[in-house]
């Protein structure tokens, strides 16, 4: 997948991809192609799985490098996220943002994925 693909498959910027890839967070490898360089960058499926995740943490408000870690799946990162979080949304919330679901952000919102219901109310 070409960078310009996987900022609209992300919902980010060309400025966010950029600096995400200039500081190690996301892989790429440079094919030639059109532009000042000659040069555009290619990511592997899963390395666009990644990205997607990092850009739904930091729509989320988690700053990027600590997206990074989490996106790819890094255990001590996760938990204090959850750590951090747990006081004010229920066990298991993160867990679609990081995974690749929504119904987490509903019940970070104080609602249960099925209705809308604020926990208990469904």
């Known amino acids: 997948m070409m960078g310009y693909d996987l900022m609209g498959k992300a919902d980010i910027t060309y400025r966010q991809l950029n600096n995400w890839c200039d ?58 996220l959850i750590s951090a979080v ?9 867990a679609g943002l990081v995974g690749g679901s929504t119904a987490p952000a509903a019940r970070l919102a104080g609602r249960t994925a099925d209705e809308g219901a604020a926990p208990g109310q469904h």
Do not use: H, N, S
């Open 23 to 80: 500081k190690g967070w996301l892989k790429f490898k440079l094919v030639p192609g059109m532009g000042r360089g000659g040069q555009q960058r290619e990511f592997t499926a899963a390395e666009a799985e990644v990205c997607v995740r990092m850009a739904r943490l930091v729509a989320a408000g988690v700053y990027p490098e600590k997206a990074a870690k989490i996106a790819r799946g890094d255990k001590a990162a996760i938990q204090r």
């Open 86 to 94: 747990l006081p004010c949304a229920p066990a298991g919330a993160l």
